[in-house]
């Protein structure tokens, strides 16, 4: 210790007036990136990294235990100590019982004047509208390409302005010009397949009772069901065409599912348990719309213990 005191001593007395306007300038500009980061990084995801980062792999690296907690009694140690198990141990879910922002959560809000859903909820929705409604080849059909800026916008107005002009953008563009010869020209009737995702959101946000809503999806399932019928004959010819199948059938899936929800909310709940033990049916390997568990909702309505017996011991 007597040898490495002199040492320090004698490298602190070389350091220069520059060296500390360098390391100055330089911890302001590594702190001015890091919270450039987090603003960034706050803004698309609606949560602190540098937070998400300590809870998720800090804390149970250093087990969980606080200074603080060193002064509580026994009994208050062992209540902070569960807590922080339980807070360690949280996971965000996606809610397979969500509400119909139009029809019910602004209800809410008209009711009470509180906004029942917040910056990180609307985050957590359009990242999982931009995974289940748009895939890579968007930019080749207009309307897509619109839906996939509209899945994107915060403005509620501004995305129910923009599905509108995707469906109108279809109906312009179903009247094609098709030279017969050189001289002449005759006008024919294309149709070109509706926009789905774009009924999706109307059906979510412009329809503001749950009947409103059902007959919107019931378009949206009309247009969904042939963009998918024709994406399955070609799903095969290349990888593009297989990320559209795939998108297809997630916003088909994503249809049905509404629909049965829908029917399920206008009190026709076993109408509900058919559509939904036929989606299960028809595609059993998507489990991210978690199906079974609004199947279980219906089920539990119907006091149908049994059944809801069944379906906890095949899908939990």
């Known amino acids: 210790?007597?040898?490495i005191r002199p040492g320090v001593s004698m490298f602190l007395n070389t350091l220069t007036p520059k060296f500390y306007v360098a390391l100055t300038g330089t911890s302001s500009l590594i702190s001015g990136l890091i919270l450039i980061f987090e603003w960034w990084y706050f803004r698309k995801y609606g949560t602190s990294f540098i937070e998400q980062v300590s809870v998720s792999h800090l804390r149970p690296l250093l087990g969980g235990v606080d200074n603080s907690s060193s002064n509580n009694s026994n009994s208050s140690?062992?209540?902070s100590d569960s807590n922080r198990q339980s807070v360690s141990e949280c996971k965000v879910w996606r809610n397979p019982l969500n509400l119909f922002r139009g029809a019910e959560y602004n209800r809410y809000t008209w009711v009470t004047g509180r906004e029942p859903l917040t910056y990180y909820d609307m985050n957590l929705s359009a990242q999982d509208h931009q995974t289940f409604f748009t895939c890579d080849s968007d930019h080749l059909r207009p309307a897509d390409a619109i839906m996939q800026k509209a899945w994107r916008e915060r403005n509620p107005q501004a995305r129910i302005s923009a599905a509108h002009e995707a469906l109108e953008i279809n109906e312009i563009r179903s009247r094609v010009e098709v030279p017969l010869i050189a001289s002449s020209t005759i006008w024919e009737i294309k149709l070109l397949p509706k926009c789905a995702t774009a009924y999706i959101l109307l059906a979510e946000e412009e329809a503001t009772t749950i009947a409103e809503?059902?007959?919107?999806?019931?378009?949206?399932l009309k247009a969904g069901d042939g963009c998918y019928r024709r994406s399955q004959q070609l799903q095969?010819?290349?990888s593009q065409y297989e990320?559209?199948?795939r998108r297809d059938t997630n916003?088909?899936?994503?249809i049905k599912r509404r629909l049965a929800m829908c029917a399920r909310r206008l009190g026709r709940t076993r109408e509900a348990v058919k559509m939904m033990r036929d989606l299960m049916k028809e595609f059993p390997l998507l489990s991210m719309f978690n199906i079974h568990e609004n199947l279980l909702e219906a089920l539990?309505?119907?006091?149908?213990?049994?059944?809801?017996q069944a379906v906890l011991?095949?899908?939990?």
């Open 251 to 254: 916003v088909l899936v994503y």
């Open 77 to 79: 140690n062992g209540d």
């Open 236 to 238: 095969h010819h290349g």
């Open 243 to 245: 990320a559209q199948h």
């Open 1 to 3: 210790m007597g040898k």
């Open 300 to 308: 539990l309505e119907l006091q149908a213990y049994a059944d809801v």
């Open 313 to 316: 011991a095949k899908y939990d």
């Open 213 to 220: 809503a059902e007959k919107l999806f019931k378009q949206a």
